[in-house]
């Protein structure tokens, strides 16, 4: 990826903007191949997700990503260049599939803030090879056409587009501009977020809800004997439920509701404009790295939260203290750390601590490591993926096990999802608590760690209660 210096607003002299397109142009004229141009310009303040709400269509691929922590979202649509990769070896073909086009991208405007300019979208099933019938490809890439960035209190617009020999310059400087006038329009017009409000879905997902049950419960019965013969010492087991309403659901809303209500957490959603949605709010980051600075969370061990303060430190200072919620935790952490290592790395982990949520606590270990150059991030998320905060130790039993208990296909649910740009930087999330929505249907997942010692009422209740929180925000 190259960086031309420019002014921060390419756009605001169209004479430089003309230049840079005509050295793009005179480049791809010298070595005869396409190459990717991607403009940035910093635009007013827009809400990211009201715009990908009012700006796309259900034929487009969309990508909603936000760290709310961080203060960052990124919103993107259209595809400049995209690959599905189907076979095996998917994360091989990734990074083939990122070093083929890093190197053709031109990029201008100010991009100096991680989340902005150029990126990399992707998001992976859970299992290299998904269930024939799900017909999803086990990893989607994409630069997009068109991309929004908050950071912090400044947004920016991103345009990725092919530029061959002979393409007219003058359309793509017209493309853009019209693009940014309808953006700005758009957002002095609407100050606030305005989604509608549909209510009618209440009574059947509550009826929906109530049929799962016990699929559940003897699953875990299952690997709770497996772990006594020694087969396995952690697995992570999930349910779905599906729901079906009398109107399509609005993933847009839904997100808006979790966003408000998962401050913690990051929000998510991937389109793939045939239809399929997949939206949730996790609290799980895979990892992230900024200047070569790589943080990943082992985020296991649960506790619903108090219903006062009181309640509420009873309840964290049991799950703090629990002898199975820490086997639960460290199985985790000390996997993320011994995977690093294999890289190469010298990983550092905090003190376990704990992170609530607003309907649940987890126990929390930040784990940190340096990471050189010349490690690709897409290997990192092949070593991580699947941790034991989503699969189980050891990963290869705990998988064949999840395959033969659990009777549905686990598709995008608890899997990566994330961006990396051609600078070092990339932001990987698990896309656990989670929903795909298909019109109006819609398939919730969650899952819970089992280990010796875990009861399967219990571990069903906390299913249930993560459950919940998808049920009402597709009701929202
Ligand atoms: C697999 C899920 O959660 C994982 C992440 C945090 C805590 C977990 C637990 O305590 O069981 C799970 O390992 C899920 O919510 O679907």
Redesign the pocket.
């Known amino acids: 990826m190259s960086v031309t210096p420019c002014d921060a607003r390419p756009l605001a002299d169209d004479q430089n903007l003309h230049d840079f397109l005509q050295t793009c142009q005179e480049k791809c004229q010298a070595s005869n191949q396409r190459l990717i141009v991607s403009i940035t310009q910093a635009i007013f303040a827009v809400e990211p997700l009201t715009i990908l709400q009012q700006f796309t269509t259900d034929q487009e691929r969309v990508f909603y990503w936000e760290n709310q922590q961080q203060n960052s979202a990124i919103s993107a649509w259209g595809s400049c260049i995209e690959k599905k990769i189907i076979s095996a070896d998917r994360f091989q073909q990734t990074e083939d599939f990122i070093n083929e086009y890093r190197d053709s991208i031109l990029e201008t405007g100010d991009t100096s803030l991680p989340e902005v300019g150029a990126k990399f979208l992707t998001n992976l099933t859970f299992f290299e090879a998904a269930s024939l019938s799900s017909l999803l490809p086990s990893v989607t890439i994409f630069i997009p056409k068109w991309q929004i960035t908050r950071s912090h209190q400044s947004c920016f617009l991103t345009y990725n587009c092919f530029l061959s020999p002979t393409v007219n310059i003058i359309e793509i400087k017209e493309t853009i501009k019209k693009q940014m006038q309808k953006i700005e329009t758009f957002s002095q017009s609407s100050i606030r977020f305005y989604f509608p409000q549909i209510s009618s879905f209440t009574n059947q997902l509550e009826k929906a809800a109530l049929n799962k049950r016990h699929p559940f419960e003897k699953a875990v019965k299952l690997a709770l004997e497996d772990i006594q013969q020694q087969k396995l010492t952690k697995i ?1 087991l ?1 349910h779905h439920l599906d729901v079906v309403a009398s109107l399509p659901f609005d993933p847009f809303l839904s997100l808006n509701y979790l966003r408000q209500k998962y401050p913690d957490c990051y929000i998510f959603l991937v389109g793939d404009g045939q239809g399929n949605n997949f939206i949730g709010a996790t ?2 980051r895979l990892f992230s790295l900024r200047k070569q600075t790589l943080i990943s969370d082992a ?4 506790a619903a939260r108090g219903k006062n303060s009181i309640e509420d430190e009873k309840l964290a200072q049991t799950l703090l203290s629990s002898e199975k919620e820490r086997r ?1 935790h460290n199985a ?1 952490s000390s996997y993320i750390i011994q995977q690093l290592k294999q890289l190469g790395l010298t990983p550092e982990a905090s003190r376990r601590q704990l992170l609530k949520l607003n309907n649940i606590q ?1 126990l929390w270990t930040v784990i940190k490591a340096e990471v050189p150059t010349e490690i690709n991030p897409i290997e990192i998320v092949a070593k991580l993926h699947p941790t034991p ?2 699969a189980g130790v050891p990963t290869a039993i705990a998988c064949e096990k999840i395959r033969e208990y659990e009777t549905f296909d686990r598709a995008f649910y ?1 899997a990566p999802i994330g961006w990396l740009d051609g600078k070092g930087n990339a932001e990987f999330m698990v896309g ?2 989670s929903a795909m929505i298909q019109k109006n249907q819609a398939r919730l ?5 089992i280990v010796a010692g875990s009861n399967p009422k219990k571990e069903l209740a ?2 249930q209660l ?1 459950l919940q929180a998808m049920l009402k925000a597709l009701r929202s």
Do not use: C, D, N, Q
């Open positions: 992570v999930s609290p799980e985020l296991a061990g649960s639960e985790v987890h905060a989503v608890a656990i608590r997942y969650a899952g819970a760690g906390e299913i993560k």
